[in-house]
Nanobody, 118 residues
Framework: VQLQASGGGLVEPGGSLSLSCALNESIFGMSLMAWYRQPPRKEREFVARIENSDATGYADSVKDRFSIWRESDKNRFWLRMTGLEPSDTAVYYC?????????????WGPGTQVTVSS
């Protein structure tokens, strides 16, 4: 699966931003889709996930501020970020997992920069 993230940019603290991730295959074939991020000089970390059941999960640091959802008819999923803080500055990566016959096929998008600064 090929993924392409978009929507990153510069935003002031307290602002909002939406990221999207487009898939080149049907989103119905994915078991799991997620967003990760890598802050400067830190390891990549989990942000949010959505399963094919539409169950969602969030990192504690973004819970109640971020939301993930999918547009199945457009093979795209989103991350809505509100109440952004400087600590949210990172390269954001979208991720999708396809499981076929018990074999896991993970895919990563190339990343999009989000900078929260005044």
């Amino acid at each position: 699966v090929q993924l392409q993230a978009s929507g990153g940019g510069l935003v002031e603290p307290g602002g909002s931003l939406s990221l999207s991730c487009a898939l080149n295959e049907s989103i119905f074939g994915m078991s799991l889709m997620a967003w990760y991020r890598q802050p400067p000089r830190k390891e990549r970390e989990f942000v949010a996930r959505i399963e094919n059941s539409d169950a969602t999960g969030y990192a504690d640091s973004v819970k109640d501020r971020f939301s993930i959802w999918r547009e199945s008819d457009k093979n795209r999923f989103w991350l809505r970020m509100t109440g952004l803080e400087p600590s949210d500055t990172a390269v954001y990566y979208c991720y999708a997992l396809r499981i076929t016959n018990g074999v896991h096929y993970p895919s990563w998008g190339p990343g999009t920069q989000v900078t929260v600064s005044s």
